[in-house]
């Protein structure tokens, strides 16, 4: 047992030394391969072939320069980013994010998230991730239009539906992938619609696409609720975020029963005690693309809490669904103490180490993002089947297919934990479930 820490804290400093600067990278990798000694144990082959180290490593990294005009007619320059990171179960998939916080560890980090997320969803699809510092906030159709435009010009020449199908992110929904689907076909002279997931349902989008990462999130939360005798109904709960993510969250929570009484944006968080007004919520951010501190305008009863962290506010069930490293260790201590019994991530990585390590210790359900929130990869490769058919499913049938996928990857992950004798760990099911099927066609492809 010491020679496998030994090893694979020798992997993880090769990591830190190859790839300097890049701590969320970093932190992913770490919570990643801290829980594979039990495999390498069990299944010595993948030491001797250098599997962990060899999916550490990007088998592309793209970094490309954009230049677009806003409406003044001034040039900007933003910087480019797609991760080709592992295509050993099948052409590339992960998202594209644009926001200023974007670089190439952020990008890394959410790729290497991707190779086990999408081995989890049990569908033939690799990981990769992109985007671009480009911040969409304030800006007008046109100059995203532009932008987007000029993104593609360059990212078509690497994409391809056997080759790297992205999808959307945070700052990335329907506006932004009509513009880079059009500006791909434009380029390329070619329908060739399975290049891109999270498309609109008029021109070769799945239904459910848009709601799939939100409502996979919960079917994974009532999952865990169910495996501990426990269930949505009458549960208060808060969800971060404002975007598609937490949007779909609240609204397949107010479907099962609960009752989400808190929400937020970068700017501060909406405490309503009697319940989120969903069509409100809707209209705000999906229509008027205003901040959520005009909710309050709305309802006299809600309060607006500036800058505030809604970990502070007492619930049973908390599903994190904005950006990465929301919740530290304080806030995972505050969660517990108001007695928080679930946690699921619907956002990438949300919750830092040293609150995980405070879920895990205090016994609650902690659902990781790679197992929680595979939900919106799901559908998008069930919507790359329906563009290679050339067919289009209905709506109830393709949620039915993203509730079955949930409940398997629950079921792997909850089976594997247990079987590595840590029953109830979903974060060590899901890394091993994960890392076992793409480390098996690895070997099997040879040294590639």
Not at 114 to 120: C, E, R, S
Not at 146 to 160: A, D, K, N, V, W
């Amino acid at each position: 047992m010491p020679q496998t820490h030994a090893k694979i804290d020798q992997i993880y400093d090769q990591v830190v030394q190859r790839n300097p600067g890049e701590s969320e990278f970093h932190q992913a990798v770490r919570e990643v391969i801290d829980t594979l000694g039990p495999v390498l144990r069990k299944y010595p082959q993948y030491a001797e072939s250098k599997i962990i180290e060899r999916i550490c490593e990007p088998e592309r990294q793209i970094i490309f320069r954009v230049p677009w005009q806003d409406d003044n007619g001034e040039v900007h320059i933003n910087r480019g980013f797609r991760v080709e990171f592992n295509s050993a179960l099948g052409p590339y998939k992960g998202g594209l994010r644009f926001h200023p916080s974007v670089y190439l560890g952020i990008v890394k980090f959410l790729g290497f998230e991707q190779i086990f997320k999408n081995a989890l969803t049990g569908m033939p699809i690799g990981g990769a991730k992109g985007g671009s510092d480009f911040d969409p906030k304030g800006k007008s159709d046109s100059e995203v239009m532009r932008f987007c435009q000029s993104f593609m010009t360059e990212l078509f020449r690497h994409l391809g539906e056997y080759t790297d199908v992205p999808a959307g992110d945070i700052g990335v929904g329907a506006r932004e992938i009509g513009y880079l689907f059009g500006q791909y076909k434009r380029i390329t002279n070619r329908y060739e619609s399975g290049v891109l997931t999270g498309k609109s349902p008029h021109w070769g989008g799945a239904l459910v696409r848009r709601e799939a990462t939100g409502y996979g999130s919960v079917y994974f939360m009532d999952e865990m609720l169910k495996a501990r005798g426990e269930s949505l109904e009458g549960k208060v709960c808060v969800v971060s975020g404002s975007g598609n993510v937490a949007i779909y969250t609240i609204e397949k929570i107010q479907t099962l029963g609960g009752k989400v009484v808190a929400c937020s944006d970068s700017d501060g968080v909406i405490f309503h005690k009697r319940g989120i007004d969903l069509n409100l919520l809707k209209q705000l951010k999906n229509v008027e693309r205003r901040r959520i501190a005009d909710y309050a305008d709305e309802h006299s009863d809600a309060e607006y809490i500036p800058g505030g962290n809604i970990w502070d506010i007492p619930c049973k069930v908390a599903m994190p669904s904005a950006t990465q490293n929301e919740i530290n260790e304080a806030s995972a201590r505050q969660l517990v103490a108001n007695g928080c019994i679930a946690v699921g991530e619907g956002a990438n990585m949300p919750t830092m180490p040293e609150g995980v390590k405070v879920f895990q210790e205090a016994g609650i359900a902690y659902g990781p993002g790679k197992a929680a929130n595979a939900g919106g990869v799901a559908t998008s490769a069930l919507e790359m089947q329906q563009n290679a058919s050339r067919d289009t499913w209905t709506f109830e049938h393709t949620e039915q297919r993203l509730h079955e996928i949930m409940k398997e990857i629950h079921r792997s992950c909850y089976e594997t934990a247990a079987e590595f004798g840590s029953p109830g760990n979903y974060v060590i099911g899901a890394n091993i479930v994960g890392f076992l099927r793409v480390a098996e066609a690895m070997l099997a492809f040879g040294v590639i």
